[in-house]
T-cell receptor, first 113, second 112 residues
Framework: QQQVKQSPQSLIVQKGGISIINCAYENTAFDYFPWYQQFPGKGPALLIAIRPDVSEKKEGRFTISFNKSAKQFSLHIMDSQPGDSATYFCAASGTSGTYKYIFGTGTRLKVLA | NAGVTQTPKFQVLKTGQSMTLQCAQDMNHEYMSWYRQDPGMGLRLIHYSVGAGITDQGEVPNGYNVSRSTTEDFPLRLLSAAPSQTSVYFC???????????FGPGTRLTVL
C-alpha cells in the first residue's frame, strides 16, 4: 500500500513534442505529490508539486494532472527540449507529522534535437 | 549558502569495513533524511530525522545507523559494509511547515 508505480521506465521524444510520465499510488493518506528532476551526477531537484485539492497545476512548460478517484497523477512536459533530458521521479508523502517520501522508480527521458 | 553538502563524493570499501557518510546543511532545516538510489528502484528512504535528537527508520534501515546531535549534521554509519550496500546515497533536508525537500550531490559507494 506504500508503493508508487511509475511508467514508462524510459521515454524518447522529439524536440517540440509532449512528454508524459504517469504515476499511480495506493495509500489514500498521501496528500502531497512532487515531481523531481535529476541530471546525471547530480541530486534530484524539485520540479513541480501538487496537492489533491486541485486537479491540475501548471508551471511554465510543466503540468501535473491529478486524478484523485483513480489515484493517479502525471507529468506533462510541453514543447520538450534537449535540456529536459534527465531522469524524472514522482513521489508521494503524507502530512501526518511524519517525513516519509515514497518515490517512484524513475523515468529516463531523452529529447532528440 | 552551501545548501546540503555530502562527503565523500566517492568511496570504495571492502566487505566488513565500517565508515560514516557525512551530511550537513546550513539552512537551519529541521527535517533531514538519507536515501539510497539503485538502478530501476528509484530512491528508497533509509532513515530520517524531524529534529535534533529524533530519528526514525525508513523503508530500508537494516545495516545503517544514524544520529542527530545538531540541527546541521546528520551522519549515516555503515557498521559492517556488504556488497548489497553498493549504491548512490543522497542526503536531503526540508524546513518544517514547508514541502520542498533539498537534496545533496550524493556519495557513490562501492563495497567489494
Amino acid at each position: 500500500q506504500q508503493q508508487v508505480k511509475q511508467s514508462p521506465q524510459s521515454l524518447i521524444v522529439q524536440k517540440g513534442g509532449i512528454s508524459i510520465i504517469n504515476c499511480a499510488y495506493e495509500n489514500t493518506a498521501f496528500d502531497y505529490f512532487p515531481w523531481y528532476q535529476q541530471f546525471p551526477g547530480k541530486g534530484p531537484a524539485l520540479l513541480i508539486a501538487i496537492r489533491p485539492d486541485v486537479s491540475e497545476k501548471k508551471e511554465g512548460r510543466f503540468t501535473i494532472s491529478f486524478n484523485k478517484s483513480a489515484k493517479q497523477f502525471s507529468l506533462h512536459i510541453m514543447d520538450s527540449q534537449p535540456g529536459d533530458s534527465a531522469t524524472y521521479f514522482c513521489a508521494a508523502s503524507g502530512t501526518s507529522g511524519t517525513y516519509k517520501y515514497i518515490f517512484g522508480t524513475g523515468t529516463r527521458l531523452k529529447v532528440l534535437a | 549558502n552551501a545548501g546540503v553538502t555530502q562527503t565523500p563524493k566517492f568511496q570504495v570499501l571492502k566487505t566488513g569495513q565500517s565508515m560514516t557518510l557525512q551530511c550537513a546543511q546550513d539552512m537551519n532545516h529541521e527535517y533531514m533524511s538519507w536515501y539510497r538510489q539503485d538502478p530501476g528502484m528509484g530512491l528508497r528512504l533509509i532513515h530520517y530525522s524531524v529534529g535534533a535528537g529524533i530519528t526514525d527508520q525508513g523503508e530500508v534501515p537494516n545495516g545503517y545507523n544514524v544520529s542527530r546531535s545538531t540541527t546541521e549534521d546528520f551522519p549515516l554509519r555503515l557498521l559492517s559494509a556488504a556488497p548489497s550496500q553498493t549504491s548512490v546515497y543522497f542526503c536531503a533536508s526540508k524546513a518544517s511547515g514547508t514541502d520542498t525537500q533539498y537534496f545533496g550531490p550524493g556519495t557513490r559507494l562501492t563495497v567489494l
